[in-house]
């Protein structure tokens, strides 16, 4: 621990253009120097509520002349600067010769939008920002209790990055909160932009495709989670919060599972999980068929596939292979481009690159078809990261398809089971309430069954409070 | 160490767990655009030197100039390997889903050659069998052009008259062919086709005794047999002689077998609807309605009963009556104790016609 002194604050804060050091007396000759960072700090409070009131009185110490400031009295040096950088203002008194800090943060950040990654037509429409104050306020909100716990933690080196744990106390299974607290204690890295770096560390299988954190920027989402027993990390400057523990189907289920009739949303589930399938093997099925299987087709398609693929130079695979790699290309360039430029580089690239790939003879038509209908299934998972590795799943179906045929395929799905059998989230499994069974949990799995089924927390939580519904009758 | 123990371990039971299964790890290049999957073959025998003809289309299932391919041979594999010498593309048989056989070749046995189709891994039960009549080669050189796929709507032809029983023309695959051959109990039937010039025309249904060919039933008597066997859809039932069509009839056939095997009575409820008249008969009076239906009625069991009498004469079963001795735990009966009681049996026959007469009847 070093003393605070003018001298080597001044050090510390040399070739900072933005660090202010300001001198000022008052009527009865006190001397109070400011040291701050202009950019990080609201000045117009400062000039107002601090530098004003502290010239112009005539009391004999900051704690007396500023009595509605919340002033923290500093020992160190190394805690001075730390407040320093989270926008405090050093108040130095000569005459006491005390160190003084006020929090005076700048509050610039953009207000609360409407969620672009998790749209749904109906509902809550709020979704988190970067500022973690405002985040929590949205969660406070709709979860007035004061079980609901926050505790505070800061990761990265150079960041200094705070990240909120937050839980219903009494409620969620206590395993989780103190396996995630160890998580987080012994994270040791220099920066953490986003939320994903923090999952990255915490996660328990790095090197998956599978991501074993929801990100959410939902607070409804969020809420819900934190009620039925599971932890929620907020990290600040990043609107998306992570939620753990997860399974697989939870990155299938989507807000609006619960606004719409449950009877519609039992039907829109399965579609998920077909499209998602869809979109892993519908190529590679292809592939397989065309390469290994003709016998398999039905003589009607057989008829089609052969006119179409009479002429092509290309093998299924590498017909395929291309297809897809220039899809995903049209995919990532209209994810950068602006949202207008976007929207005709889609009809450029779908329409007419594919109309003039099969024209050219380097495409048929059936695969375009496909790839199509392949593209359009990876959007209906809700997830987008999942959306992300079904393309990389696809890839290994393909090669599988192309070496193997419809065995391959089928090694890879066991493969890609097994795998996410052995993964965890929060060290619970993954493939809960498949496996381990939870009867109890199916009712809210493949299907969104009604509310009034829904009585009971999942078994696969463990929750303390199992209940969702007052237990007393009459 | 340890994690590539356990990747040897799971790529061993991997490969194990595909091996038992039958699947080849490494299977066939069937690459689409460089094989020939054929849909039909055509075998004719007759030949003096015992060797069969056998002949198909080639490219299917294309928009181009098409060509015969004919080779005459003593095995049918010997015609299938013949073909990928004289054709650029590997012709591959997967996909092959009719079979014409020439009447003279029914008449001699088929059980050879369908034993050959039969045991191929790669050709599929629901391939159709066909018996042909005419020079079935030249009605396909008349079918050349590229803009006439005949390969493939003749396919689509049996597919579409198999699926709900239409029984417009009689359909038999493979499997249920196997079936009839190796029951005890009953005689596989083929449809007949003839060919003539460019047009390929159903004649009616063969039936068989075992594996050989000995007699044909065509028009009326095929349409009563697509009644009686299982029940099927007819669209239109022809009776000249009562000027009379009948329309969408669909018959519910009960066949009483006695204990002894002494008798046989078959009761058929017919529904179905006038479509056509022509005659003097006025429907709309309820007298003269009544008279016609067992007119019909009359017509329909003489002539089933004269259809059922033709069969017992040839000792032959097609439309499986022998399949009513079969019973639970009790032993099932010899080919030749069916067919000793079956061509004595007594018939009783009694149809049931059940008319919409579209129209008032008072």
Redesign the interface.
Known sequence: MTAISLEALEQSLALMEDAEIINRQTPDGLHFTFIYIGTIIDQERLNESIMEPLVRSFQSSVEKSLITAKITRLFNLEQALQDLLKGSVLVHDSSSGRWNAILLPNSLSRSIETSETETIMFGPKDSFSEQLEQNILLIRRRLPLTALKTERYTVGSLTQTTVVLMYIDGLINPEFVDYAKNKLSSIDFDMFLDSSHVAAFIEDHYHSIFPQYLQTDRPDSCAHSLGIGKLVIFVNNTPFALVAPITLFHLFQSPEDYINRWLVASFLRPLRYLSFLLSITLIPFYVALTTHHYQMLPLQILYVIIESRSKLPLSPFWEAFIILITLEIIKEASLRMPTKTSQNLGVIGGIVIGQAAVEAGFASKVLIVLAGISAISTFLVPNYLVTKSSLLLQFMFLIFASYLGIPGILLGLVGMLAHLNGLTSLNQPYLAPVSPFYWRDWVDLFVRGPLHAMSIRPDALRPLNKYRVSRRRK | MTRFLRTTI?LLA?FL??LP?G?V?????????E?T?I?FWSVKGGREDGKITISTLVPP???EKKRVLTLNVSLLNEGNKGFNLIYHNEL?A??I?LLFVDEAYAKRGLTSLINTVLTDP?I?KRLFLVITKGNFDEFLAKHLDEKD?ID?YL??MFKHYEKKKQGEITVVNLHQFMKMLYSQVSDPQLPVFRAEGEQLLYEGTALFDWDRMVAEIRGQDDQISQLLYRDRFVRYLVLPDLSVTLGHIRAHTRKKLTSDLSSLSIEIDVKGRIDELDSLTRIEDNFQYVALTQKIERYLEENVFHLLSQMQHLRIDPLQIGGLTIKPFSRPITRDTWDRHWSTMKINVKVRLHLEPLTKVK
């Open positions: 799971v991997s767990m595909i299964c699947c790890p490494l299977p066939e290049n069937n690459m689409i655009e094989i999957p849909i299932l294309s928009k591959k997967g996909q889903r790669n599929s796929s493939f396919y689509r």
